[in-house]
Structure formats: C-alpha cells, structure tokens
C-alpha cells in the first residue's frame, strides 16, 4: 500500500511538472507513470546514497550540492524513461524546484501520501 501510495504522489508531482512547464512531456499517462516509478526508485535507492558521498560538499555549499543531487534523479529519469523529456537545463532547475515546492506543500496537507518516510514520523510526532 506505502509503495502504491508513494508511486502515485511522484505521479501527480510529475504531472503538475508536466504541466507548469512547456519543455518538460510526458508521451502517454504510461509514460508518466512509468517515469513515477523510476524517479520514485531512484530517490529510494540512489539519492540518499549521494547524499551521504556529496555530504562533505553540501556543508561546504550550505546544501546547495543537494539540489543538483536532486536534480540528476530527474535527469536519470529522462534518461531511462522513453516518452519522458526534459527539454534544458532551465528546465531541469525549474523542474526540480517545483518538485520540492510540491513535496513540501505535501508536507504540510495532510492525506494518504503522508503513511510513508518522513511525513508519517513527523505526523506521529505531531499526533503526540
């Protein structure tokens, strides 16, 4: 159920993402939803890995190497996914800044999204 869940808010992320930005298509709802899944794995699995190689960096640039962490799992995403593009590197920034302004308004409304990951520790906390 977690993983349905998770799969669906990176869904609905990339599809605002599609739609506030003209350089960023997803082919087909398959497409989309095929790319959900890819950036999903890839923020599971590979950024909190980079995160951890990158941290000596990210102190050094006050966090800012993170964005670019965040924005090579949108950049593998393209890469992977046939039908998913990213058209720029400005879109690529735009696309990951509004991916982060999604997540943290997800953050902050509550909904079945929050069952996982930091959400549902900082809801439990709150709860308390």
């Known amino acids: 159920m977690r993983l349905g869940i998770s799969w669906l808010t990176n869904a609905l992320v990339l599809?605002?993402?599609?739609?506030?930005l003209t350089g960023v298509t997803a082919?087909?709802?398959?497409?989309?939803?095929?790319?959900?899944?890819?950036?999903?794995v890839l923020n599971t699995i590979l950024k909190p890995l980079l995160r951890l190689i990158t941290l000596p960096l990210a102190i050094l640039t006050l966090g800012i190497a993170w964005f670019f962490v965040s924005m090579l799992m949108l950049?593998?995403?393209?890469?992977?996914v046939?039908?998913?593009?990213?058209?720029?590197?400005?879109?690529?920034?735009?696309?990951?800044?509004i991916v982060w302004v999604v997540n943290l308004a997800l953050d902050f409304i509550?909904?079945?999204w929050q069952v996982t990951g930091k959400?549902?520790?900082?809801?439990?906390?709150r709860a308390t």
């Open 15 to 20: 599809l605002v993402v599609d739609v506030l």
């Open 27 to 40: 082919s087909s709802a398959g497409a989309l939803l095929l790319a959900a899944a890819v950036f999903g």
């Open 75 to 80: 950049l593998i995403t393209k890469w992977v």
């Open 82 to 97: 046939s039908g998913f593009e990213i058209n720029g590197f400005w879109t690529l920034v735009a696309a990951t800044l």
């Open 110 to 112: 509550p909904g079945p």
């Open 119 to 125: 959400r549902r520790r900082r809801n439990r906390r």
